[in-house]
C-alpha cells in the first residue's frame, strides 16, 4: 500500500482553458468563452472538466491554465480548485507554452511530477472509459519515463476540422496502446475518407499525459527560448516576484502548438 499511495502521489491533472470559443459566437464572447458557459445540463464545459478529473485526482492537484482576466469566474465556478493551482497566462500563446507553463511549475512543485494534460470545452461520457484511459496514460508515464502518451478518437466520419493520428504497432503489455507513427493535419475529403477505412487514424483529441520534467527536457531540445523563459518563471513561482515575472516574460514566448513544436518532432510518442 506504501508503494501505491506514492505513485499516487505523483499524478497531477492540468486543464487547458485559454480558448476563446470564437464557434459559439455570439454566445460566447471574449470576456466568457464557452467553457464557462453553463451549457450543459446547466453545468459549464469547465466544471465538467474539473469534475471528470475528480473521479481519478484529489482536487489540490488538480490545475487549470487560462486567460488572467477570467481568473475571478473560474475560482467562482470551481469552489474545490486552489487558487494557488489557477496558472494565469497574462496572452494566450498557444499550447506550447501553455503545457510548458504546466509542467515548469509541476516540476518545481513535484520533479517526479506525472501530469494529464486535459481540455475543457469537450463532453466526453461515459466518464468510466475516460477515468480508465487517462490512468493507463500515467501507467505507461511511469513505466517509460521517455514517453509521450496521447489519445486518439476513434473516427466515425472523414472530418476535415480535425487533425489525425496514425498508429503503429502495439505497445507491449499494454492493451489499447500503439507507437505513433506520424500526426496528419486536417486533410481533404478525399484523403479523410481513407484515414477512416484504413482503421490505423484516430482524431487528435489533444489530451495528453507525460513526465513534467521529459517535456521540460523536449522544450530544451525543440523549443529552447521557451523553456528558456518558463524556467525563469519557474524559479520565481511561489515567491513575491512570481507575478513579474510571468507579466515580463509569458507574452516573449513565440506563438507555438505543441504539436508543431514538439509532438510531431518526437519519436517516443504513444496513442
Known amino acids: 500500500w506504501a508503494g501505491l499511495i506514492e505513485d499516487e502521489s505523483m499524478e497531477y491533472g492540468v486543464i487547458m482553458a485559454g480558448g476563446s470559443g ?12 464557452k467553457q464557462l458557459l453553463p ?19 484529489p482536487a489540490d492537484r488538480i490545475f487549470v491554465c487560462t486567460n488572467s482576466a477570467h481568473r475571478d469566474v473560474i475560482l467562482k465556478g470551481l469552489p474545490e480548485l486552489k487558487p494557488e493551482n489557477l496558472l494565469g497566462e497574462p496572452l494566450g500563446r498557444d499550447t ?5 507553463f504546466s509542467a515548469a511549475v509541476l516540476e518545481k512543485i513535484d520533479k517526479d ?15 468510466e472509459k475516460f477515468s480508465a484511459a487517462i490512468k493507463s496514460g500515467f501507467d505507461i508515464a511511469k513505466k517509460w519515463p521517455e514517453k509521450l502518451v496521447t ?22 503489455g499494454v492493451e489499447g496502446a500503439y507507437k505513433v507513427l506520424g500526426f496528419k493535419e486536417k486533410p481533404d475529403k478525399p484523403t479523410a ?5 484504413s482503421r490505423r487514424y484516430y482524431w487528435n483529441s489533444g489530451m495528453f499525459v507525460w513526465r ?11 523549443l529552447p527560448k521557451s ?3 518558463l524556467s525563469k518563471i519557474a524559479a520565481a513561482w511561489g515567491s513575491q516576484s512570481q507575478q513579474k515575472a510571468i507579466d515580463e516574460i509569458y507574452p516573449t514566448l513565440q506563438k507555438i502548438s505543441i504539436d508543431y513544436a514538439l509532438l510531431e518532432k518526437a519519436r517516443n510518442v504513444v496513442v
Open 22 to 33: 470564437t464557434r459559439l459566437w455570439p454566445l460566447s464572447r471574449e470576456s466568457l468563452p
Open 39 to 57: 451549457i450543459v445540463r446547466g453545468e459549464s464545459l469547465l466544471k465538467l472538466s474539473f469534475d471528470r478529473l475528480r473521479a481519478i485526482l
Open 96 to 100: 506550447a507554452n501553455a503545457v510548458g
Open 113 to 127: 511530477a506525472v501530469f494529464a494534460i486535459v481540455t475543457a470545452d469537450h463532453v466526453i461520457e461515459p466518464i
Open 151 to 172: 489519445f486518439g478518437i476513434v473516427p466515425t466520419h472523414g472530418h476535415t476540422g480535425l487533425g489525425y493520428v496514425q498508429r503503429g504497432d502495439g505497445l507491449e
Open 193 to 197: 475518407d481513407r484515414y477512416v477505412e
Open 212 to 222: 513534467a520534467s521529459t517535456v521540460m527536457n523536449m522544450l530544451k531540445k525543440y
Open 227 to 229: 523553456h528558456e523563459g
